[in-house]
């Protein structure tokens, strides 16, 4: 198998964001501008590798859904991020991973 197709080559910081950007789910890659940094870079880790866990806002593109909502969670993500421990949330899906391989 070529492991290389795994990886994309990119030139600078900007192109590297974009990249990473433009694989998000469409909702949420629209609410990025009113996202802090912060925000903006835990959505981005929880939607690539290793987390994959852009599920989570996979329905943001309807329109059901409130902004405020969406901010909601956000928030609450952050905030979980923020207080668990050896890791924040990418720590806490992989111990969950880890664990739920072991039983």
């Known amino acids: 198998a070529d492991d290389a197709a795994d990886f994309v080559v ?5 192109e590297l964001e974009s990249t990473l950007t433009s694989a998000l789910p469409k909702g949420l ?16 880790a929880l939607c690539h590798p290793p987390c994959d ?20 969670l ?15 949330l990418a720590g806490y899906i992989a111990n969950a991973r880890t664990l739920l391989s072991k039983s």
């Open 53 to 72: 866990q852009a599920h989570l806002f996979a329905s943001w593109d309807d329109d059901a859904i409130s902004t405020e909502r969406k901010l909601a």
């Open 10 to 14: 990119v030139e600078s910081r900007a």
């Open 29 to 44: 890659r629209a609410l990025l501008p009113s996202l802090s940094e912060e925000q903006r870079a835990l959505v981005t």
């Open 74 to 88: 956000l928030g609450q993500l952050s905030e979980m991020d923020a207080t668990y421990p050896s890791g924040g």
